[in-house]
């Protein structure tokens, strides 16, 4: 979904074909803050996304400097894959720590 505004505005019948509600195993990747996201992802989904405010990812500016990267989006969609099959914590598996550079909270660096 590239813009979470549009997509609001749809019908929900259409919302729901995209996002099918029985689904959820999902990742978003966002290369801002991922705040608003969970409500996308749902509980058992993952972000991937800059975990700190006050840094971007301008085009200059690599994105694996921040962790937004493949592997971590591929790493994030298998966690999410066994948890949605596995979990029944509400929000998924808890986090050990919070990166600080680099990383996503679900792959700290």
């Known amino acids: 979904m590239p813009c979470r505004e549009r997509f609001a505005v749809q ?23 991922g705040q608003g996201w969970r409500d ?5 989904g993952r ?9 971007s990812t301008h085009h200059w500016r690599p994105f694996d400097e921040f962790g ?9 969609a298998h966690d999410c894959l066994r ?3 596995t979990m029944v ?3 998924g598996a808890r986090q ?3 990166p ?6 679900d792959r700290p660096a």
Request: no cysteine.
């Open 83 to 85: 948890d949605a099959v």
């Open 40 to 44: 996308v992802v749902g509980d058992g």
């Open 100 to 105: 600080t550079t680099g990383g996503t909270g």
């Open 96 to 98: 050990t720590s919070a």
């Open 11 to 33: 019908d929900l019948s259409y919302q729901d074909e995209v996002l099918q509600p029985g689904v959820r195993a999902r990742v978003s990747v966002e290369d801002a803050v």
């Open 68 to 76: 937004i990267t493949a592997t971590a989006v591929a790493a994030a």
């Open 89 to 91: 914590r509400p929000g």
């Open 47 to 55: 972000i991937v996304s800059l975990k700190h405010v006050g840094a």
